[in-house]
T-cell receptor, first 115, second 115 residues
Framework: AQSVTQPDIHITVSEGASLELRCNYS??????LFWYVQSPGQGLQLLLK??????LVQGIKGFEAEFKRSQSSFNLRKPSVHWSDAAEYFC?????????????FGKGTKLSVKP | DGGITQSPKYLFRKEGQNVTLSCEQN?????MYWYRQDPGQGLRLIYY???????QKGDIAEGYSVSREKKESFPLTVTSAQKNPTAFYLC??????????????FGNGTRLTVT
């Protein structure tokens, strides 16, 4: 069965430090990959997506993610974290030919930023 | 600006009462979705609809019902049969429901508390 794993429930980084949030998926073919961000009490906002082509994708707010087929990973990165990046981040996976009812979300990683 | 409107933001009900959560979109999207979010659980799909007058159960449909009489609207009713209805409910839409590569657009959620 398809699955998405975000191994880190909670990460704390200092403002200005680099960030990497991990996402691993289980699926037999190339999936569609998404990262979303959620501020407290709000809905989710799309940060970036990967469908095909260049495996390094750029998103909004200075985020990027790299698709590594050999590792079944799609990790989210940011070179320098700002206090406003504190939020919860969700990785999601969609499948070719599937409906959006087949979009699977990870359980999220909560990011805290120290001053 | 186009978007998804969920109302109300906070909703309180007594146990045993049915309650309906509103979701309206003006993005002209074909597909709409309802997710439930509990702490540490990520997003779980309740129902989704790919076209007017059609909808499918998601992973946790028991105790919930939906209708899709108009393209713009996808209300969710939480019935008295739902054993643990207190949660944060998110509505989403996408351009299309097939293909797995259409990003979801989310509303800002409704927090339902049942006592």
């Amino acid at each position: 069965a398809q699955s998405v794993t975000q191994p880190d429930i909670h990460i704390t980084v200092s403002e200005g430090a680099s960030l990497e949030l991990r996402c691993n998926y289980s699926y037999g073919a190339t999936p569609y990959l998404f990262w979303y961000v959620q501020s407290p009490g709000q809905g989710l906002q799309l940060l970036l997506k990967y469908f095909s082509g260049d495996t390094l994708v750029q998103g909004i707010k200075g985020f990027e993610a790299e698709f590594k087929r050999s590792q079944s990973s799609f990790n989210l990165r940011k070179p320098s974290v700002h206090w406003s990046d504190a939020a919860e981040y969700f990785c999601a996976v969609g499948f070719y030919g599937g409906s959006q009812g087949n979009l699977i979300f990870g359980k999220g990683t909560k990011l805290s930023v120290k001053p | 600006d186009g978007g998804i409107t969920q109302s109300p933001k906070y909703l309180f009900r007594k146990e045993g009462q049915n309650v309906t959560l509103s979701c309206e979109q003006n993005l002209n999207h074909d597909a709409m979705y309802w997710y439930r979010q509990d702490p540490g659980q990520g997003l779980r799909l309740i129902y989704y609809s790919q076209i007017v007058n059609d909808f499918q159960k998601g992973d946790i449909a028991e105790g919930y019902s939906v209708s899709r009489e108009k393209k713009e609207s996808f209300p969710l009713t939480v019935t008295s049969a739902q054993k643990n209805p207190t949660a944060f409910y998110l509505c989403a839409s996408s351009v299309q429901g097939r293909g797995g590569n259409s990003p979801l657009h989310f509303g800002n959620g409704t927090r339902l508390t049942v006592t």
